[in-house]
């Protein structure tokens, strides 16, 4: 790995070199980081574009899912040139583009336990932009047994969500203290539907809290769930507690 940056992405990053919160240091420690992103939908496209834009170093792809036309209403990474493609690899083909300077890992079928937890403990943060509940809860459980920080983003019809669970931090809760066992009954995007800048906005924010983590700066959503009403243009946070008698987290230390 390259410790210095060279003179393209010292320009091609130079306006967030300039804030003193990232700097020279700050972009290198993102230049050395690996960011795996579940589900490259809605959540996933600008999480996946702002990550490679802001120059992350290593970005895992993971969806098992093929690109169809109903898709392109929201999920801005495709376009039409790329329907019935995987959406891996037409993910890889606009980040490639967009920043040849980063590299780009491809995980293209749907990841059962073990193949999970070796991709979560490659990686020093991962984005989870699915949209199920049992997807979160297997991601969940991985990111808390490779002790690896999960910044959680949701959105249907016209409410979104986002929190991120560190379990670096000992205060932190996990996905399972706040949410349970869930319920897999929940409507989809596909069934109950979704605006399309909502899930752009609850995407943006997983990648800000993402470069939080990884350049070091600012205080990321740990212990906090941040709800978002588009319909009213309204933003509210609430309080999360670790549970220490959850199942997935409760032993750590």
């Known amino acids: 790995m390259n410790l210095e940056l060279n003179d393209e992405e010292l320009l091609r990053y130079s306006r967030q070199i300039l804030l003193p919160q990232i700097d020279i240091a700050g972009q290198l420690r993102l230049k050395q980081s690996r960011a795996l992103i579940v589900g490259l939908g809605g959540l996933g496209s600008p999480v996946a574009l702002y990550l490679a834009a802001a120059g992350v170093g290593e970005l895992h792809l993971a969806d098992f899912d093929t690109v169809d036309l109903s898709n392109l209403q929201r999920q801005v990474i495709h376009d039409n040139t790329q329907l019935g493609v995987s959406k891996v690899d037409s993910a890889l083909a606009r980040l490639s583009v967009l920043n040849p300077q980063i590299a780009l890992r491809a995980h293209r079928t749907a990841l059962d336990e073990d193949s999970l937890a070796a991709a979560v403990a490659a990686v020093d943060v991962v984005l989870d932009c699915s949209d199920n509940f049992t997807t979160r809860?297997?991601?969940?459980?991985?990111?808390?047994?490779?002790?690896?920080?999960?910044?959680?983003?949701?959105?249907?019809?016209?409410?979104?969500?986002?929190?991120?669970?560190?379990?670096?931090?000992?205060?932190?809760?996990?996905?399972?203290?706040?949410?349970?066992?869930?319920?897999?009954?929940?409507?989809?995007?596909?069934?109950?539907?979704?605006?399309?800048?909502?899930?752009?906005?609850?995407?943006?924010?997983?990648?800000?809290?993402?470069?939080?983590?990884?350049?070091?700066?600012?205080?990321?959503?740990?212990?906090?769930?941040?709800?978002?009403?588009?319909?009213?243009?309204?933003?509210?946070?609430?309080?999360?507690?670790?549970?220490?008698?959850?199942?997935?987290?409760?032993?750590?230390?």
């Open 137 to 253: 809860a297997a991601v969940n459980a991985a990111c808390v047994a490779a002790g690896v920080p999960l910044v959680s983003g949701a959105a249907i019809r016209l409410q979104g969500q986002l929190a991120v669970f560190d379990p670096r931090r000992a205060e932190s809760p996990c996905y399972h203290c706040l949410f349970g066992h869930g319920d897999d009954s929940e409507l989809t995007c596909s069934e109950a539907g979704v605006v399309g800048p909502l899930v752009g906005l609850v995407g943006s924010l997983q990648a800000l809290e993402a470069l939080k983590l990884l350049a070091g700066f600012g205080e990321p959503l740990v212990g906090r769930l941040l709800l978002i009403d588009a319909l009213d243009s309204r933003f509210r946070e609430l309080r999360m507690k670790r549970d220490p008698g959850c199942s997935v987290c409760g032993a750590r230390p």
